[in-house]
């Protein structure tokens, strides 16, 4: 079936420096791609999202990068700040609308 | 304020009592779904639902019942809970299944 995998369980930068988590996906006909961020205690929040006809969207802080001929993409988040730590999914929706999320990477920002 | 509600937040229960847990969102959203997030697992989709009466199996859909008789409303329904389903459960809603999901806070079901 399609999966959805995450590279790094946990990645650790100091404040101020940037971030790169990176996820991969199975299915190379998928269209959309998602990121979410989960804060402690809360439910999954959306950052930003993609479609397969861009390599690249960006938003405050945060852009998204697609490479279809690998199958990745990646989140950057510039100037990494404390309120950046958190666990980052990407999502990626089948054929047969359902959502697939990645096993998530936990941010870990230190002074 | 748009939102995403569940009830109850937190729920101790014993193995074989049914229950059942609300999930309730204000946008008119179409599209609403399930999810139980389990350590080093992400989150797994239990069933989704594209529209009123229309509703579908995620990757994880035993031991779990929904229903969708109105938009506004998605419960997920444990007939008889056994101790693997112990797992914190969001629901989430979204226009279309390609638009932004917004998620509940989390149910915390535990089952003995």
């Known amino acids: 079936g399609e999966s959805v995998g995450l590279h790094l369980p946990t990645l650790s930068v100091q404040e101020g420096d940037n971030s790169i988590i990176n996820c991969a996906y199975s299915?190379?006909?998928?269209?959309?791609f998602i990121w979410y961020k989960q804060e402690s205690g809360k439910g999954p929040q959306f950052i930003i999202d993609?479609?397969?006809?861009?390599d690249k969207r960006q938003g405050q802080r945060v852009t998204v990068l697609l490479n279809k001929t690998v199958k990745h993409l990646s989140l950057q988040i510039a100037a990494t700040q404390p309120g950046d730590s958190a666990v980052y999914f990407c999502?990626?929706?089948?054929?047969?609308?359902?959502?697939?999320f990645g096993t998530g990477t936990r941010l870990q920002v230190f002074p | 304020e748009a939102q995403v509600t569940q009830n109850p937040r937190y729920l101790i229960t014993v193995t074989g009592k049914k229950l059942t847990v609300t999930c309730s969102q204000n946008?008119?959203?179409?599209?609403m779904s399930w999810y139980r997030q389990d350590p080093g697992l992400g989150l797994r989709q239990i069933y989704y639902?594209?529209?009123?009466?229309?509703?579908d199996k995620g990757d994880v859909p035993e031991g779990y019942k929904v229903s969708r008789k109105e938009k506004r409303n998605f419960p997920l329904i444990l007939e008889s809970p056994s101790p693997n389903q112990t797992s914190l459960y969001f629901c989430?809603?979204?226009?279309?299944?390609?638009?932004?999901?917004?998620f509940g806070p989390g149910t915390r079901l535990t089952v003995l």
């Open positions: 993609i479609r397969s006809n861009m």
């Open positions: 989430a809603s979204s226009h279309h299944r390609d638009d932004t999901q917004y």
């Open positions: 299915n190379s006909a998928s269209d959309y």
């Open positions: 639902s594209m529209n009123v009466e229309v509703t």
């Open positions: 999502a990626v929706p089948t054929r047969t609308d359902k959502l697939i």
């Open positions: 946008m008119n959203h179409e599209y």
